[in-house]
């Protein structure tokens, strides 16, 4: 990763007090590379959920499957009928989709995800598992697609 001053200052604090208790202590000082794997981890203490910037939309459309069953149902999650204005909302919104470009923007898909909520067709839970994953601990601290070289870990301690 290429780290300013704050990010450095960051890495430093979180290897010093091990916020998430993956036991940093012992390789301080003996081994910057399993720090560095600790931090890269996307299993165990420091993994945890982390927001995507972009999907594809093969995920996308795979997630909003269940969405069609509802639209297909005629109703909502409760049970009432869904108005026919809002089944030909989302059916075009679907055919917009599939000729959408192969990888869409998080961000851009906001506003349309949350109506899904609204109109009573999807969960929240389902726009999660499109729109999150597990990430390491240097991606909960520093973003998606972050991974921490041994290199990095050398440089914030000696900062």
């Not at 165990?44 to 969405?67: E, F, R």
Request: zero cysteines; charged letters at 15%; aromatic letters at 4%.
């Amino acid at each position: 990763m290429t780290v300013d001053a704050a990010q450095l200052a960051t890495l430093k604090s979180e290897i010093q007090t091990d916020p998430a208790k993956l036991g940093y202590a012992t390789n301080i000082g003996v081994s910057d590379n399993a720090i560095a794997a600790m931090l890269n981890a996307t299993t165990g203490s420091g993994a945890a959920s982390i927001n995507l910037t972009t999907v594809t939309k093969g995920a996308l459309l795979l997630g909003m499957i269940p969405w069609l069953d509802q639209i297909a149902a005629g109703q909502t999650l409760a049970g009432a009928a869904l108005p026919s204005a809002t089944a030909t909302k989302w059916q075009l919104r679907f055919q917009a989709l599939q000729a959408a470009d192969p990888v869409i923007q998080v961000a851009q898909l906001a506003p349309m995800m949350s109506e899904a909520i609204t109109d009573g067709i999807g969960t929240q839970a389902q726009i999660d598992a499109v729109t999150k994953r597990t990430g390491s601990r240097a991606e909960v601290l520093f973003g998606e697609g972050t991974t921490i070289q041994a290199s990095d870990v050398l440089t914030a301690l000696g900062s």
